[in-house]
């Protein structure tokens, strides 16, 4: 199974949609997570242009009731991620079905996923104890070691 999760930071541009749709076609993957702040609301036309459905604002979708799969895209702030976790894992707690979590949790689990300055340890633990009580697996990445670069001119 093939998971694809993408912060695109420009999906209203066509070029950009393009290099989603280009991507969507080469690797098929079985669930797309697409982040994008800068779209106020799911144009149906992006849609079609990508290929298939999409999650946005963090909507939750259910599937026949057997599964939840849901996008993240957790804030920068640490205290407001908290609130999230507490959220999510008070839905989770409630739910009898599985959970699928894809997107950008803005939070890493290990300091190896980070290059550049100090890993904040009080977040890596926050994120970690939100994992291990949720119990949720963190599928292997593949591809690039990093995840998020602001080197805008090259393509994210």
């Known amino acids: 199974m093939e998971c ?12 950009k949609r393009r290099a989603v749709s280009i991507m969507v076609k080469k690797y098929k993957p079985s669930f797309l997570f697409i982040q994008e702040t800068k779209v106020s609301s799911v144009d149906y036309r992006i849609v079609n242009c ?18 939840v799969i849901c996008n993240i895209y957790a804030t920068n702030l640490e205290e407001d ?25 803005n ?3 290990e300091a190896s996923e980070k290059s550049g300055g100090p890993p904040i ?15 949720l697996v963190n599928l292997p990445m593949q591809g690039f070691p990093f995840t998020w670069s602001n080197a805008r001119e090259v393509a994210s």
């Open 50 to 67: 990508l290929g298939g459905g999409i999650l946005h604002k963090g909507e939750l979708v259910t599937l026949k009731k057997e599964i």
């Open 81 to 105: 991620r908290v609130v999230l976790w507490d959220f999510i894992m008070a839905n989770i707690r409630k739910s009898v079905v599985p959970w699928f979590f894809g997107g950008d949790f």
């Open 4 to 15: 694809i999760s993408w912060n695109v930071r420009g999906l209203g541009r066509p070029e």
């Open 121 to 135: 340890r009080s977040h890596i633990r926050h994120f970690r104890k939100f994992i291990e009580d949720a119990m």
């Open 107 to 109: 939070v890493i689990l």
